[in-house]
C-alpha cells in the first residue's frame, strides 16, 4: 500500500520528529510512504478566520498535490477534519455561490481518502498494539476536532493501552477545549489562557510526567503554558509515543 | 434588534474582566458544571434521544421554510379563539403596541413571566418610559432586576450570583419593590425562595395585567405554550385580567403532536428534568377561566433577515434550552455579561450579529467569542452546527458579502479593523500557494533560531504574554525527508 503523507505545514515546520515517527511507523507496518514535497497547508486557518475564498486556492493546492494516492495521512484531528468535513462543505458554498462544481469536484478524489493517522493505523491496517515501548506515566488529552469533527472515538486510547512499560492515566474534563483554537489564541488570548491554564492543572493533578495528544497545534498551546507556568510536565505527540520502542526509546 | 447594551465593549475586552473575577469564576464554573452533569445523565436515559434531535431540527425547519403560512394559519386560529394578532417589525413597534395595550387597561403595572423576547426589545424600559412599572417574577429575574443588574445566561439569569450575594440584594432592595425581606435573612436557599415568594404572592394577587413570552406557538389551534419550573409563570397567565404575550415568529410550530418532540428535549436539554414542573399552555379566551382578554405580539426584529441567510438561519432553530451556554468553555470563562446581549454563550455569538448586524464593535466581535470546539453543536437538540455559523459571520465581518437587511439584499462591506489580518492572510495564502517560498522561510527560521525571542512584540504578545513559544527545530520535516529519501523535490 502507497499513501500519501501530509504532515501539515505546523509540523512540518515547527515538529519534524512527529512526521519522522509517523514515517518509520507506517514503514514498520509495511506500507510505502511518500511525502509529496509541494505539499503546504491545507487553509484551515483561513477557513476559520473567516477568509474562505482564501482558503479555496490552498484546498485546489492540496487536491492537485494528493489526488491519486490510495491513502492521505496527517498527525493531525485538526487539519484531517479540514479536509475531511470542511473541504465538501467548500465545494458546496461554490456551488451556491453559482460558480459551479469544479471545486467539489477537484476536491472530490482527496476528501474520502485523508485519515488522521491513529484512524488510518486502526480503521485501515487494522493494528492497534504497534509493538511500542514507553517507560513513562502519560495522560491523554483528546482534541476538540479530532474527538467531534472525526469522531476518532477511543481508537487513539486503543493504540495508547497496547503500549509497552507505559502508565496510562485519565485527564479530568479532558472532553474540554484547550483554548487553543488557532486565531482565537491570538484574538481571545485572556480566555484562551484561562481554558488553557485549566488543562493544565487537570493535568498536573494526574501525576503523568506526559500529556499526549494527537495534534501538535494543541500541544503547542498546552505545551507553552505548562513550561511557563513550570509544571515540569511535558507535551508529546501520540506518534513520537507510538514510534518508540526499546531498542530506540524516545525520550 | 435594541437590547444591546449600551456602550459594550468588543467581546475580548470585556471578557478580561470576568477572566480576572474568581468570584465570578467560581459561580460560573460550579453551575455550569453541575448543570452539565445533570443533563447528560438526563439525556442518556433517552434511548431515541439522536432520533429525538433529528425530529425536533426537522420540525423547525419545516415550520421556518412555510413561515409565512403557519403565521396566517396561526393569526386566525388565535383570532377564532377570541384573542387578538398584532404584527411588529421591531422593537420600537412591539414596544408601542404593549405600551398602548398597557395604557387601555387603565392599569401603571404589569406582572411579567420569564421571557427572552421582551428582554430582547427593552420593554421593561420602554414601560418604564411611559410610567409602567414591569415587575419580574421569575426567581432569577427578579435578583437581576432587585440587584439592577443585567441577565448573564438565558435560563438562569443570575448564574453570576452565589447565595451571600442574593441574600444582600434582597434585604436590600424588596422593600423599594413591594413587601420587604424579612428581619435577618439567611442565605440558604429555602428561606431566600420564601422571601420571594412572600415578595411575589402580593403582586400576584394584586396584578390586572400579565405579560408573558412563549416556548411554542401551535399554528393549528392558535395555543401559546409555556414551560417553567416554578409555578410563577402560571400565576401570572391565569390571575391577570389581561395577558399580553410578546413572542418571536419563529417559535411557531404547526399542530400540538409536534410538542410531543419539544417537551422531551427542552426540559432534559436546559434544566436536566425528564419534564418541567409547570406546561402551560393556553388558547385566546375562555369566559369564567383566566384572562378576559389576550393579546399576541408578533416580533420580527431581525427574524425574516435572518431567515433569508442559508447558512445562519438554522439560528431561529433555537428554542432557547441554554445547554450550548453550559457546556461551552468560553462562557464559563468569560461569562455571559461580555457577550454585550440578552443572547449570551455560543448561541447568543451567532444569534445577536444576525439580528442586529455586525456593525457595531461587540456585534463584530461576536463570531470570534469560540474556539470552535464543537461543543455546543453536540449538546443542541435541535442540531444548530454553530460553529459553522461563526464561521459563516466571521467571513461576513473580514469580507463583507450580501446579506438582507429589513428585506432588501444589500452588500456589506468588511468591518474596518482587519486590514493588518486579511494582509497577513493574503501573504499566508500566496507563500502556501508556492512550496519554494515556504521552504526558504522554513529554512530561514530554523537556521536563525538561537536568534528568536522568547516572546514576542505586536499582536504576538497576545500569545507570549501566558505561554511559551516552541523552540524551532533544527530542521524542518521536509529536508529531513530531501535528505534521507534524496530526490530533488517536485516543489514549484
Not at chain 1, 6 to 32: S, W
Not at chain 1, 112 to 128: A, I, R, S
Not at chain 2, 278 to 304: A, I, Q
Request: net charge negative; glycine share 10%; hydrophobic share 40%.
Amino acid at each position: 500500500m502507497r499513501v500519501a503523507l501530509f504532515l501539515t505545514c505546523v509540523n512540518d515546520t515547527l515538529y519534524p520528529g512527529t512526521g519522522r515517527a509517523v514515517v518509520k511507523i507506517l514503514t514498520g507496518l509495511g506500507v510505502e510512504v511518500d511525502f509529496p514535497m509541494a505539499q503546504t497547508c491545507c487553509g484551515q486557518a483561513h477557513y476559520n478566520t473567516g477568509y474562505r475564498h482564501q482558503a479555496e486556492p490552498l484546498a485546489r493546492h492540496f487536491s492537485e498535490v494528493f489526488t491519486g494516492y490510495e491513502a492521505i495521512v496527517t498527525p493531525s484531528g485538526s487539519c484531517g477534519a479540514m479536509v475531511r468535513e470542511l473541504y465538501p462543505r467548500m465545494g458546496e458554498r461554490a456551488r451556491a455561490e453559482g460558480r459551479g462544481n469544479t471545486l467539489a469536484a477537484a476536491l472530490e478524489p482527496v476528501v474520502p481518502k485523508t485519515y488522521e493517522f491513529t484512524e488510518f493505523l486502526v480503521d485501515v491496517l487494522g493494528v492497534t498494539d504497534v509493538g511500542a515501548y514507553y517507560p513513562h506515566t502519560v495522560t491523554y488529552h483528546p482534541t476538540c476536532h479530532g474527538m467531534r469533527s472525526l469522531g476518532l472515538g477511543d481508537r487513539p486510547l486503543r493504540l495508547l493501552r497496547a503500549v509497552k512499560g507505559m502508565e496510562l492515566v485519565e485527564l479530568p474534563g479532558a472532553d474540554e477545549c484547550c483554548g487553543f483554537g488557532g486565531t482565537f489564541a491570538l484574538k481571545n488570548s485572556d480566555v484562551s489562557a484561562a481554558m488553557g491554564a485549566d488543562k493544565v492543572r487537570n493535568a498536573e493533578a494526574t501525576g503523568a510526567e506526559v500529556l499526549c495528544a494527537a495534534d501538535n497545534s494543541c500541544l503547542m498551546h498546552i505545551g507553552g503554558t505548562m513550561t511557563r507556568l513550570r509544571t515540569g510536565i511535558r507535551p508529546v505527540h501520540i506518534a513520537e509515543i507510538l514510534a518508540s520502542t526499546e531498542e530506540e526509546p524516545a525520550v | 434588534m435594541s437590547g444591546t447594551f449600551v456602550g459594550m465593549p468588543a467581546f475580548p475586552k470585556a471578557a478580561h474582566d470576568a477572566v480576572n473575577n474568581p468570584t465570578l469564576r467560581g459561580n460560573l464554573r460550579h453551575a455550569t458544571q453541575t448543570i452539565r452533569g445533570k443533563r447528560e445523565k438526563a439525556v442518556a436515559e433517552l434511548s431515541d434521544w439522536t432520533a429525538l434531535r433529528e425530529a425536533g431540527k426537522q420540525i423547525k425547519d419545516h415550520a421556518l421554510r412555510h413561515l409565512d403560512r403557519y403565521l396566517v394559519q396561526l393569526e386566525e386560529s388565535v383570532t377564532a379563539a377570541g384573542g387578538t394578532v398584532h404584527w411588529a417589525s421591531d422593537a420600537d413597534e412591539a414596544n408601542r403596541i404593549v405600551a398602548g395595550l398597557v395604557k387601555e387597561t387603565g392599569e401603571s403595572e404589569v406582572l411579567k413571566v420569564k421571557s427572552m423576547a421582551t428582554q430582547e426589545i427593552g420593554l421593561n424600559e420602554a414601560l418604564a418610559a411611559e410610567g409602567i412599572a414591569a415587575y419580574e417574577t421569575d426567581l432569577a429575574e427578579l435578583i437581576v432586576q432587585l440587584g439592577e443588574d443585567r441577565p448573564s445566561h438565558i435560563l438562569v439569569p443570575a448564574i453570576h450570583r452565589n447565595r451571600g450575594e442574593i441574600r444582600d440584594i434582597f434585604a436590600r432592595e424588596m422593600s423599594e419593590w413591594g413587601r420587604p425581606a424579612p428581619e435577618g435573612l439567611a442565605d440558604t436557599s429555602a428561606e431566600l425562595a420564601e422571601a420571594a415568594r412572600l415578595h411575589l404572592r402580593e403582586k400576584f394577587l394584586r396584578a390586572k395585567v400579565g405579560v408573558s413570552g412563549a416556548n411554542f406557538m401551535v399554528a393549528e389551534t392558535g395555543t401559546l405554550v409555556v414551560v417553567e419550573s416554578e409555578g410563577n409563570g402560571r400565576m401570572c397567565l391565569t390571575l391577570p385580567e389581561t395577558l399580553i404575550s410578546v413572542v418571536g415568529i419563529e417559535k411557531v410550530v404547526p399542530s400540538w403532536r409536534d410538542l410531543e418532540v419539544f417537551l422531551q428535549t427542552l426540559p432534559r436539554s436546559s434544566t436536566a428534568e425528564r419534564m418541567n414542573p409547570y406546561t402551560s399552555t393556553w388558547t385566546g379566551t375562555t369566559d369564567e377561566d383566566g384572562p378576559k382578554t389576550f393579546h399576541l405580539v408578533l416580533l420580527d426584529n431581525g427574524r425574516t433577515d435572518t431567515l433569508a441567510d442559508e447558512v445562519g438561519r438554522q439560528a431561529l432553530r433555537c428554542i432557547r434550552c441554554s445547554a450550548c451556554l453550559n457546556v461551552c468553555p468560553v462562557y464559563e470563562r468569560a461569562g455571559g455579561h461580555a457577550y454585550g446581549s440578552v443572547y449570551p454563550g455560543p448561541i447568543g455569538a451567532i444569534l445577536s450579529p444576525q439580528l442586529r448586524g455586525t456593525q457595531s464593535e461587540i456585534d463584530a466581535s461576536l463570531p470570534y467569542a469560540s474556539s470552535l470546539c464543537g461543543a455546543c453543536y453536540e449538546v443542541c437538540p435541535v442540531a444548530i452546527d454553530i460553529p459553522e455559523v461563526l464561521v459563516h459571520l466571521r467571513e461576513r465581518v473580514v469580507e463583507g458579502g450580501p446579506v438582507t437587511r429589513e428585506g432588501t439584499k444589500v452588500v456589506l462591506r468588511p468591518a474596518k479593523g482587519h486590514a493588518a489580518e486579511r494582509t497577513a492572510m493574503r501573504a499566508a495564502r500566496w507563500a502556501l500557494g508556492r512550496p519554494g517560498v515556504l521552504r526558504t522561510g522554513q529554512r530561514l527560521a530554523s537556521r536563525t533560531r538561537r536568534l528568536h525571542p522568547r516572546t514576542l512584540p505586536g499582536p504576538g504578545k497576545a500569545w507570549s504574554g501566558t505561554r511559551d513559544l516552541p523552540a524551532l527545530p533544527d530542521e524542518p520535516f521536509r529536508d529531513w525527508w530531501q535528505r534521507v529519501h534524496g530526490g530533488e523535490g517536485d516543489e514549484k
